[in-house]
């Protein structure tokens, strides 16, 4: 694997943690990191305390704004990606009769000591 892939997949983790982190102070409960589904993943799958919702976190980490905000980095193929994914995920567990809803983490880290964090809540349907 050449190093340009390795090291980005190793600063999308970076900001994976530091998104669990961020959603495990805000009371969530962290159920699962990195679900492997079809083609793809589901990055976090945690509990809202607040509504009992199961959430499935999709995180965009960026070090910089060349490409705009890392929140428009989901686009419409992305969105039909991770709800495939999701609905494998409940028929895989066996869920039924759960709310969930879809949020997005965004990490900006052009100060890793400093990482700007965004929650965006039902971020798309």
Do not use: H, W
């Given at each position: 694997?050449?190093?340009?892939?390795?090291?980005?997949?190793?600063?999308?983790?970076?900001?994976?943690?530091?998104?669990?982190?961020?959603?495990?102070?805000k009371g969530f409960e962290i159920i699962e990191r990195n679900y492997f589904a079809g083609h793809g993943e589901?990055?976090?799958?945690?509990?809202?305390?607040?509504?009992?919702?199961?959430?499935?976190?999709?995180v965009k980490t960026r070090n910089s704004m060349d490409y705009g905000d890392p929140a428009y980095a989901i686009n419409k193929k992305k969105i039909l990606q991770i709800k495939k994914n999701a609905e494998l995920y409940l028929a895989d567990?066996?869920?039924?009769?759960?709310?969930?809803?879809?949020?997005?983490?965004?990490?900006?880290?052009?100060d890793p000591e400093n990482p700007q964090i965004e929650h965006y809540?039902?971020?798309f349907m």
């Open positions: 694997m050449d190093n340009r892939k390795e090291n980005k997949r190793t600063f999308g983790s970076e900001g994976e943690d530091i998104a669990v982190k961020y959603l495990s102070e589901i990055d976090i799958i945690a509990k809202d305390p607040r509504d009992n919702y199961l959430v499935f976190v999709e567990k066996n869920i039924q009769e759960q709310d969930c809803r879809f949020d997005v983490v965004t990490v900006l880290m052009i809540e039902n971020a």
